[in-house]
């Protein structure tokens, strides 16, 4: 019996192996899991070098939060770039972000809540 397990466990391995890029390939098109979650805090740091954002939520806690080409920033009307976000240093802000496995992505960030 055990003879029949082993032989046919090399064949079981194979399989899994061959599966393995097939199930990556699907996550990877399954861009992200998670739904969009909404934060208002106050900006603390902005880093346009690094795409990078911080907020501090309500409870004091901070957020990274990464910036994209695709990220709409906006102050009142007016469209704005993330090197001008860093004249909005402790205003209220309010984030729309994705959360993936490279952190927090923004995808909208308001001024002024």
């Known amino acids: 019996m055990t003879g029949k397990l ?7 391995l194979c ?6 890029p097939a199930v990556a390939a699907t996550s990877t098109a399954i861009r992200n899991a998670w ?3 909404t934060l ?3 900006i ?3 880093e346009p070098g690094q795409k990078l954002v911080i907020v501090k939520g309500p409870d004091g806690v901070p957020f990274d939060v990464v910036v994209t080409p695709k990220t709409r ?5 007016r469209v704005i770039a993330i090197k001008e976000l860093t004249h909005y240093q402790n205003k209220d802000v309010s984030v729309r972000f994705l959360p ?7 995808e909208s960030i308001r001024i002024g809540g």
């Open 44 to 46: 603390t740091t902005v």
């Open 35 to 37: 739904p969009a979650e």
């Open 40 to 42: 208002s805090g106050t």
């Open 100 to 106: 993936e496995r490279r952190g927090d992505v923004a």
């Open 6 to 12: 082993v032989s046919t466990l090399p064949h079981a």
């Open 73 to 77: 920033i906006r102050s009142g009307d």
């Open 15 to 20: 399989g899994l192996l061959l599966a393995i």
